[in-house]
């Protein structure tokens, strides 16, 4: 089922427009307004504190998600690594909403959270690609995340999916609380199709990037500040587990408490900046960097781009950015493990769901 692809992960990567609009399509009434079902925007009304609970790429989504549910629908939010949740339980608020977020629906990690807060009596909601699946069954309710069958290993349309369905839930709790917003979710998420087609036309630019920074390197370092963060941390996974570089995803303010001590000559740094109020500040990061002999390939956001700059983002709804920078981060990922002959949809000691804890 690659068709003319050689890879699944290439194609999924691909798929990632069609993607978005299958869930403006699913998302939306037939006035093309926007459309969720009346028992979650109840159950989001209701929650007092919003707890996030995934695991690897699907926990990168969750930490963009905080970003939409704090700013849009003004509820705090907690994100959890599902493994760390489960030994070592935060104190809960009064009333706590559970957002569980798997493309498999199957993770172990994940189901053991579920199943102690069930015990608990807190009510739970799924994000899952896969509605049927065990914590899409065990939750109260489910949101899908129509990405369509994830094949690779390596997670990349599940995760523009996850980002997506996580910035409609936001706008529908928002305007069910009555808070006014200039932002039309499925509006945007169209222009967001349309960008990220622009950059999978890119493919071979991208290509020769990943040749040039990541041919023979031992390690990689992603940074990025605020949004770009997140993205940092889910570029670096993508590389780690495909090319088996070692990645690293760090906030630009944290390299000189420890980590700029690892730059040396040649060392790969890919900083990521999309967000205007960070634009200078991650800037002056990649020129400490670069001082001690960093490669550094700066990927910006269309309007925030300076000469130098590797790559430029074409311009989306500032919420939005991770849909679209993610979009070469993945693409580097998929070329660099090609060059160095990796196994690109299978890598080494990973299973596509990890149903053991
Ligand atoms: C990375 C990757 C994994 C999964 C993680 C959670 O590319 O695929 O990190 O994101 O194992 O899986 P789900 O989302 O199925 O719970």
Avoid: W
């Avoid at 504190?49 to 989504?61: D, L, M, V």
């Avoid at 369509?148 to 069910?176: C, F, H, M, N």
């Avoid at 990943?210 to 996974?237: M, P």
């Avoid at 001590?261 to 991650?282: F, H, K, R, W």
């Amino acid at each position: 089922e690659k068709g003319t692809y050689p890879h699944f992960m290439l194609k999924e990567i691909d798929e990632q427009p069609i993607v978005m609009r299958n869930i403006i399509r699913e998302y939306q009434d037939e006035k093309g307004e926007l459309k969720l079902d009346k028992d979650i925007r109840k159950a989001m009304q209701k929650a007092d504190r919003i707890y996030i609970i995934a695991a690897g790429t699907s926990y990168h989504a969750g930490l963009v998600g905080k970003e939409f549910l704090e700013k849009l629908s003004n509820i705090p939010v907690e994100v959890h690594v599902a493994s760390e949740f489960s030994y070592n339980m935060p104190l809960l608020s009064e009333k706590p909403l559970f957002i569980f977020i798997s493309q498999s629906g199957e993770t172990a990690d994940s189901r053991a959270v579920l199943v102690k807060i069930k015990e608990l009596g807190h009510p739970a909601l799924t994000l899952t690609n896969v509605p049927g699946s065990t914590l899409s069954r065990e939750a109260n309710y489910t949101l899908p995340l129509h990405a369509g069958p994830e094949i690779a290993v390596a997670s990349t349309k599940a995760y523009t999916a996850q980002i997506a369905v996580l910035a409609v839930l936001a706008v529908d709790t928002a305007r069910a609380k009555g808070i006014k917003l200039d932002f039309d979710p499925l509006q945007e998420l169209a222009i967001v199709a349309n960008a990220m087609e622009v950059i999978t036309n890119q493919k071979e630019e991208l290509e020769q990037l990943a040749r040039d920074y990541f041919a023979i390197t031992r390690n990689a370092f992603y940074i990025g500040r605020s949004t770009d963060y997140h993205v940092a941390q889910e570029a670096a996974l993508k590389l780690k587990e495909i090319s088996y570089i070692q990645a690293e995803g760090f906030a630009g303010g944290e390299l000189k408490h420890g980590t700029i001590a690892l730059i040396e000559d040649g060392t790969p740094v890919i900083a990521l900046t999309t967000q205007e109020n960070v634009n200078y500040s991650i800037r002056g990061n990649v020129q400490e960097v670069v001082a001690r002999g960093a490669h550094a390939l700066i990927i910006s956001s269309k309007g925030l781009e300076q000469d130098g700059d590797a790559f430029v983002l074409p311009p989306v709804h500032e919420l939005l950015t991770p849909l679209v920078s993610v979009i070469p981060m993945q693409l580097l990922a998929y070329y660099a493990a090609l060059h160095r002959d990796c196994d690109v949809d299978k890598p080494r000691n990973l299973a596509k769901s990890v149903t053991v804890e």
